[in-house]
């Protein structure tokens, strides 16, 4: 069964750093694509960055570049999200993803992915 676990989240103050990790089970996490999202109450959810593990190749949206980092631990089957200088625009609830689609049109679209985390909270206080 595939299943993808997050963590991390929390309450912190603005400028303050935090890094969610997302747990992967149930399928080649060597070969996969996993992506960061974050959807806030009444938006869309919105991609941050996507790692593809298969190649190392690793994807910015524009909110994310710069501030935020993603990496992978493939002995642990796990992905990260190394998130600095954050904002209380950044409060939202933080979700990963994989996607089996060999192509995406859209590589931070949340309708290209297939599998979906139970999501974490991030709360940036000002």
């Known amino acids: 069964e595939v299943q993808l676990v997050e963590s991390g989240g929390g309450l912190v103050q603005a400028g303050e750093s935090l890094r969610l990790a997302c747990t992967a089970h149930?399928?080649?996490?060597?070969?996969?694509?996993i992506g960061w999202f974050r959807q806030a109450p009444g938006k869309e959810r919105e991609g941050l960055s996507v790692?593809?593990?298969?190649?190392?190749?690793?994807f910015y949206s524009d909110s994310a570049r710069g501030r935020f980092t993603i990496s992978s631990d493939n002995a642990k089957n796990t992905v990260y999200l190394q998130m600095s200088s954050l904002r209380p625009e950044d409060t939202a609830v933080y979700y990963c993803?994989?996607?089996?689609?060999?192509?995406?049109?859209?590589?931070?679209?949340?309708?290209?992915?297939?599998?979906w985390g139970q999501g974490t909270q991030v709360t940036v206080s000002s």
């Open positions: 149930g399928f080649s996490f060597v070969d996969a694509r």
């Open positions: 993803a994989t996607s089996f689609k060999k192509q995406t049109m859209n590589i931070f679209h949340f309708r290209e992915y297939d599998y």
């Open positions: 790692i593809e593990n298969s190649d190392s190749k690793i």
